[in-house]
């Protein structure tokens, strides 16, 4: 009988095999957890989260490239889209929202995130990325009648 993982341990593993730019390995990492009924969300939250945390600590210190980080980046933001389609609308609401990065913000991790948990909390989101020019956020807020602009710094 094969135990559950501790999730200290997912995500230890993970951050390792992004770090050594394995996206195979990571994606062992993350099949491991959902064979292990690891949430979408929890996934989210107690891997994704942490290890985007621990690379920019990382690259801060210098202890990582600039390449590197950005790789372990892709890695992350290609196992998010394989994810966001796992994760069920609790209920349809009548609210919207239009997310995107302030200019010159590239880190839109976080903001995906976001994006992808309202979505499943049932808001439509128009999530428009990184580096957004504000008259377009407020453009898009206008044309879609958003309820709500969220914006990432």
């Known amino acids: 009988m094969q135990t559950r993982p501790e999730i200290e341990q997912l995500q230890a593993d993970y951050l390792r095999a992004v770090l050594s730019s394995s996206g195979r390995d990571a994606d ?51 196992q998010m889209g394989e994810l966001r389609p796992l994760f069920r609308p609790l209920r349809e609401r009548q609210r919207s929202l239009v997310l995107g990065c302030v200019p010159d913000e590239w880190h839109r991790v976080g903001a995906r995130m976001v ?35 969220g914006l990432s710094a």
């Open 115 to 149: 994006a992808d948990f309202l979505e499943a909390d049932g808001w439509t989101v128009h999530y428009l990325g990184a580096n957004v020019p504000l008259k377009d956020l407020v453009g898009m807020a206008r044309e879609t009648q958003a309820n709500m602009v």
């Open 28 to 78: 062992r990492v993350i099949t491991t957890a959902l064979d292990h009924a690891v949430t979408p969300q929890r996934i989210y939250l107690d891997i994704f989260q942490p290890t985007a945390y621990a690379i920019g600590q990382l690259w801060q210190r210098n202890k990582v490239s600039v390449a590197q980080e950005h790789l372990a980046t892709a890695i992350v933001e290609r």
